[in-house]
């Protein structure tokens, strides 16, 4: 009878996920009263109506991040020998060059979100106030192009930054699981 070994290590995308549908829920919840103006307008809904598809539109995204964590977990190969298993879990450690690459990444995103929030955030009604201009009237008016450039680095920071941090902590997480023997 052969023992079986099992190899789980973590999947990346576990913590982007997580680290994106908390943004996700944050800029949710700081434009929420501009959200729901913004759906009345589009979709000619009552408030209470807007506030549900807010709420349900977070409680889907929510259960899908979920989801999908939970299949990725479940994919993971066994091996009979101990020493294919660790050849395995050697192969899913990424080189001291990337896993450096990811942590400039990781600093260099974190600064661009963090110098991009406030900017963002303080414009964030005037961005749902020209999609409103555009639903009523087809013509968004006069918006200011530096918001746009400022939302657009939050953004790119912002997702850049839960990149890193899903290969940093899973990349450790990766190692200490290939170190223990």
Do not use: C
Not at 2 to 17: L, M
């Amino acid at each position: 009878m052969s023992s079986r070994h099992a190899a789980w290590t973590p999947r990346f995308g576990t913590v982007r996920a997580l680290v994106l549908y908390g943004l996700l829920a944050l800029v949710v919840r700081r434009g929420d009263a501009a959200f729901r103006e913004t759906l009345r307008t589009v979709f000619g809904v009552s408030e209470a109506t807007a506030d549900q598809a807010v709420f349900w539109a977070l409680v889907v995204v929510g259960l899908v991040v979920a989801v999908e964590t939970r299949r990725q977990a479940g994919s993971e190969p066994t091996f009979t020998l101990k020493a294919a298993r660790q050849k395995y879990l050697e192969s899913r450690v990424p080189t001291p060059a990337l896993f450096a690459g990811y942590l400039i990444l990781l600093a260099a995103s974190g600064y661009v979100a963090l110098f991009a929030r406030d900017v963002f955030f303080a414009r964030l009604d005037n961005a749902l106030l020209v999609v409103r201009r555009v639903a009523e009237s087809g013509d968004p008016g006069s918006f200011s192009v530096e918001a746009l450039v400022f939302g657009a680095a939050f953004v790119v920071g912002a997702v850049a930054f839960a990149h890193a941090a899903d290969r940093v902590l899973l990349a450790g997480i990766r190692k200490l699981v290939a170190a223990r023997r």
